[in-house]
């Protein structure tokens, strides 16, 4: 009897086992969605932020015409740490909702630490490097490669643009400030009738490590140094909040917050990234194109700076649909379409030299090679361990300008901390 | 186990033997008939003691991989230095303690993390007993006002986080601009002690529903005896609840107390979403700490000292709390 009960528990595991790799074949996404001849096809999800989806989805559909291959659009994280905390958990089980991520600076030199990203294809890359500015060159070494490896190829390469309100300030007799010195001028103008001069959303986190860079660039300094130059940028901040100048409310804003202050006249000049550059003309009630007039930014001791960064595409280690993901990341990086992508969007706006030879002679990508053919431009601050990195500017950065510690403290602190990590 | 001759051992055989026969009749490979085939029909002390070890193990299983599994793992974790970008992971004793514990951030964090569970606690358990009063009155609406004020409770933490971050946000939330009106300038979330206050008031607003309604089906307890034999020997509304009410549902709110505080030392939510720890490390509470370490940092070791240091802190509460309630009881 014990014999008989035995081969019918394995006949009945041996049918369960069957049945499962049955059932695993025939599910739409069970095994390699790759055909016998391992041409890529199937379906890849795209986690893409959401604003920037309906831009491009002619482009895609282009795309899937031409291979076959549906896109599917997730709605991806809009902050690096936001994107660490979706993905850390799936990629260190194994797993990734997402074939295609949209990854940022300090996400994706974490992510190719952590081993969990996969090395894009050398055609992929070929072709994309070759048609690279010198500026943005530097910028895809520094952060996009690992041991010889390409991990990301960037679609956007944002810069912190100046804005200023000429209209604003042409109604109270100013002009655009030039200088740090003449935002504090302008600032003391404007002071009484409740507008700021400059503004800058520097919440945590990461906002606060945004700006603080942005001054450290123009102060001349490194900020993963607590340099000389540094301490005058922090120092600068916290002289203009306490003027008056800058509102102090800006440490808790979000990047809308501080659009609606511009929208609202609050605010004569501020620094931001290129999606104002839509968000602007879109609210009629208040735009004229004198009101949101891109200029240079402001000139600190170390001279008119600011520093790009930017987004672009990775594949996942464990990306279900690989070969898939490796074609669409091939095919949107083609000069041809990354120009198209550009057209359609200032999220894909890049210092590549086939986007800035077709568009460098209007909209934001005039702006940009202004700024690149000025020499304002600096690299992001680099450092390997990039997210935690920003995470402790910020918590020093406000808790200095907040008030909670001194200059002093706050560059030791900054220096210790950083050499904590390693 | 008892005497297997005994006839309280009989008598469980032919039960259970029963049990079995009418197992057998049971679709088959149906969970009881496979049971019973393993079994087979003759019931022996050592064979009910393998079907209680069958009967329990998925659930200790489950328990084990959910529960015990992961708090060993973070336990060892934290005297490692594992990082993402380390690829080997080795022993290095306390060295993640020492680091932790000697960072001031940790021990400001630490400080406003206790400060933070204890002043929300007793904000909602005073809140929650007074708002109980309110609703075990006999008024039109009551019913109506119930659902009304349960409302807070049964929105996310981290949706009421974002609402409050722009109810406190100057220039455009409408408390500042409130106070405005009324020439009082609060800059809530720029200064470290006002956002501390902020953070402690959204969490009071969401827990105190839920304490009221606890409390609520304590004062329902109270029997209308009590409050009239009160009213007879002349007792007023006040000496009625501060003698005869508040000792009745006082249990209550104390096991109420030690649990929020316990909750709320694990506070993440409203911090994260309202104002990330700031200004600068204000508001920041160990949960966030260990968060940021493990997903921004990935400093998993680091992360999972935090941890098991907060656990340790759950742990003290939780027992000195359990302590004073039981000696409360007695005193009771």
New interface residues.
Partial sequence: MKTKLMHRILACGGIAVLSAGLLAGCSPSGGSTSSSSDKPSGEITYALQSFAQPQIKPIIDEFTKETGITVKFASGPATDQDLLTQLVPAFTSNTSPYDVIDTGDPSVSALAAGGWLAPLSDVAVKEYTDDLSAGMAAAHKQWNQKDGNTYRLYHNFELGYSWSNEALLAANGLTTPKTWADIETVGAALKAKGIYSFADAASKPGLTFVYLAYLTAQAGGNLYQADAGTKQAFEFAKKLIDEGYAPKDALTWTYDQQNQAYMSDRVATMRQWTFFNDVAPANKEWYAPEKAVLVDPPAGPGGAKTWAGGWGMSVPKAAKNKSAAMKFVEWMNQPEVAIKLAKASSFFVTARTSVLDALGTSGIAKVLKHYSDSGFVTPRPYHPQAAKTETIVDEIGQSYLTGQMNINTAMSELKKQLADLG | MSDPNSVAAARMRVSASAAVTEAFHEPR?SLRWTIA??LGTVWTPKKLGILAIILVAPALLIRMITSIYPFLATAWTSFTDSS??VQNPVFIGLKNYE?VLGNP?TQKALIFTITFAIASTILEIVGGFALALLLNAKFRLRSLLRAVVLLPWAIPAIVSALGF?FIF????GILPTMLEYMNIHI?W????LWAQVAVIMANVWRSVPFIAFVVLAGLQGVPDELYEAAKVDGAGWWRVHSQIVLPLVMPLMITMGVFMIIFQIGTFDTIYGM????????T?VLPYLA??D??????YGRSSALSMILFLLVLAVGVCALGRFRKFEVEL
């Avoid at chain 2, 979330?189 to 470290?192: A, F, G």
Wanted: aromatic content about 12%; glycine content about 18%.
């Fill in positions: 490979f085939r393993i993402a970008y680091q951030a971050r946000s100057q220039g455009s800059d979330l720029t200064s470290p104002t990330g720890g700031g200004p600068g490390s204000a920041q968060y940021q493990a997903f921004i940092g990935l400093n």
